[in-house]
Nanobody
Framework: QVQLVESGGGLVQAGGSLRLSCAVS????????MGWFRQAPGKEREFVAA????????TYADSVKGRFTISRDSAKNTVYLQMNSLKPEDTAVYYC???????????????WGQGTQVTVSS
């Protein structure tokens, strides 16, 4: 089975930083694109960031561009989301996802993690 396990969520003050991790098992990590999504209370799930399977090309939502950085470590089968300059509006459950390509992962991922809570206090 393909499993995605997020970690690293927690409580942080506005302006602070947090790094989320997503450990992947059950498939060849380097052959699939990875992405991060988030869902705040009362809002729809939204795309945050994604990284391609081979070249490491990245794409970001406008709301996080310049503040968040997605990266992957193939040796550890792990994708990361470094979040800097956090704002209260970044508060949400963050989900890791995977699909064949970066285009697909941003729209209809094949698998999802269970999510990790990120709370940014003002």
């Amino acid at each position: 089975q393909v499993q995605l396990v997020e970690s690293g969520g927690g409580l942080v003050q506005a302006g602070g930083s947090l790094r989320l991790s997503c450990a992947v098992s059950g498939r060849t990590f380097s052959s699939y694109a990875m992405g991060w999504f988030r869902q705040a209370p009362g809002k729809e799930r939204e795309f945050v960031a994604a990284i391609s399977r081979s070249t490491g090309i990245t794409t970001y939502a406008d709301s996080v561009k310049g503040r968040f950085t997605i990266s992957r470590d193939s040796a550890k089968n792990t994708v990361y989301l470094q979040m800097n300059s956090l704002k209260p509006e970044d508060t949400a459950v963050y989900y890791c996802a995977t699909a064949r390509t970066i285009v697909v992962v941003t729209t209809r991922p094949d698998y999802w993690g269970q999510g990790t809570q990120v709370t940014v206090s003002s």
